[in-house]
């Protein structure tokens, strides 16, 4: 079955320090999804993404985020520098796009980011 | 007054009973209706997606939606110690970036 890639698993940085994420949707999904689930609350949405074009990214903190996916594949999200409040579980999630089954968003397993 | 209310639990029943999860919401505009499993320290599993108001079953798994109200529920019958697990509803309006507005989640304990 195929699925949402993610790496790495956990990851403990320091603040102040730069740290990035990669995910690799399923295959032939145009959509990508980067969410934020801090512990006890429901995924936030931080970037969406339509093919390599940024659909939605309102909520994506830019001062110190940034989101690319530059061949409209995989994706990669970086935070620099971290701060102790970015500890949180990082989701990636990808959809087959517009038509049918657009709405229907497929996750990973999460980065787990620990900023000490 | 978020978008998307929750009640997190937890809760906790024995092997075989009725679960009932609920979410209410107050954005008119969703129509799509989802609801997630989530193992401790893994990603959120889809399990129902329904459209609009109605009911969808699946298997033990039936989710409610109630437009008028504002109220969705999913249901597990014979719950087993495995469904033990965080439950999260999430819904999206039509058209829009779909992005997914989600609940805080509910903790289930199926005991044996």
């Known amino acids: 079955e195929a699925e949402v890639a993610q790496s790495p698993r956990y990851k403990i940085t320091e603040k102040s320090q730069a740290v990035a994420f990669w995910c690799d949707p399923i295959?032939?999904?145009?959509?990508l999804y980067w969410y934020r689930q801090i512990l006890g609350q429901g995924p936030e949405l931080l970037v969406q993404?339509?093919?390599?074009?940024?659909?939605?990214d309102s909520q994506l903190p830019k001062d110190r985020f940034s989101a690319e996916r530059l061949k409209g594949v995989d994706s990669t999200l970086k935070i620099q520098p971290a701060e102790l409040g970015d500890s949180a579980m990082y989701l990636c999630a990808s959809s087959s796009g517009p038509g049918q089954g657009r709405y229907e968003q497929y996750f990973g397993p999460g980065t787990r980011l620990t900023v000490t | 007054q978020k978008e998307v209310e929750q009640d997190p639990g937890p809760l906790s029943v024995p092997e075989g009973a009725i679960v009932s999860l609920n979410c209410t919401y107050s954005?008119?505009?969703?129509?799509?209706f989802m609801w997630y499993r989530q193992y401790s320290r893994k990603g959120p599993e889809l399990l129902m997606y329904t459209y609009s108001s109605g009911n969808k079953e699946d298997g033990r798994f039936t989710a409610q939606v109630d437009k008028s109200s504002k109220y969705i529920s999913l249901f597990i019958r014979d719950s087993q110690p495995s469904d033990s697990a965080t439950y999260l509803c999430?819904?999206?309006?039509?058209?829009?970036?779909?992005?997914?507005?989600f609940g805080k989640g509910t903790k289930l304990t199926v005991n044996p």
């Open positions: 954005n008119s505009a969703f129509q799509y």
């Open positions: 999430a819904m999206t309006s039509q058209g829009g970036s779909e992005k997914l507005v």
């Open positions: 993404f339509q093919d390599e074009s940024v659909v939605d």
């Open positions: 295959s032939g999904h145009a959509t």
